[in-house]
């Protein structure tokens, strides 16, 4: 199977921020050399957003970050990948999860869920090596590995990238996310780490992951430790930010997305001064 050609870099957002994107902004990203645009807030099956991005660029691809699988059944959204693959033919990367249980009531038994909406995708024609799964833990960044082209893992540090590539072996995508602040004010940084990581400090598979990473309880309680928020958001010098994300190559990973949590009207001035430090112009 071969593994999906996304370049190094790609940007995260929701994928509403990617619905009102300006044409000329999408085509100054694919300019700058991101190989991928990844949509994150578990957009419905439709896709329907899909299209114009791609119909704007030319070689840009993009990927969901992902399709949530208790909101999107398996049948539309295969419908939405087939149409955007006729279309634009090896451009769109299907990523899909179970979520988080405290946002769904009928969140059960994740890793059978998961397991039957991938055998759906499959009924339906989707090819492997066009998924990924969201997947933190050692079973399903294995089941990613067997059933999926690969894992993306959300919030993590390069430490988890190593330890996963281990897990599902070399052949395996590997694209874990990866937030920026574009500031050398710590505090700062800081303070806008936290805002995004709220949400986050009060769901068990995230705290559960953190903790097999070696942080302590105090570190993930509420409103989270410097250490934490320092070791999931990026911050300082372009050339200190690159660094970090760069540590995710070296420990396995095949791509990283990129989000950048300055708002969206910094978004492209954000992305044009880490393109040089990152290898991509």
Known sequence: MTKPALGKFGVFGHYEQWRQLPEPQLREIESLGYGAIWAGGSPPAELDWVDPILDATE??????????????????VA??????????PGRFLLG?????PEAHTEYKKPYDALT????ALDQHGVPKDRIVVA???????????????????????PEHTAQARELIGPDAFLAPEHKVVLTTDAAHAREVGRKALEIYL??????????????????????????L???????????AIAA????????????????????TDNLLPALTELAGPLGLR
Request: glycine share 10%.
């Open 79 to 88: 419908d939405s990948f087939h149409r955007i693959e006729k279309r634009y």
């Open 96 to 100: 899909i999860g179970v979520g988080h």
């Open 135 to 157: 997947a933190l833990g050692p079973q399903v960044l294995k089941l990613s590995a067997r059933r999926s082209a690969g894992a993306h893992p959300y919030l993590t540090t």
């Open 244 to 263: 970090r994300l760069k540590e995710h190559l070296t420990a396995g990973a095949d791509h990283v997305p990129v989000q950048v949590l300055t708002g």
């Open 229 to 239: 928020v320092d070791s999931v958001v990026a911050h300082g010098t372009t050339d």
């Open 202 to 227: 009060g769901l068990a598979n995230y705290l559960n992951n953190w903790k097999r990473l070696g942080f302590t309880d105090a570190d993930v309680a509420k409103p989270g430790s410097d250490v």
């Open 116 to 119: 039957e909406y991938l055998d």
């Open 59 to 76: 070689t840009l691809q993009v990927a969901t970050g992902i399709v949530n699988i208790w909101s999107a059944p398996a049948a539309p």
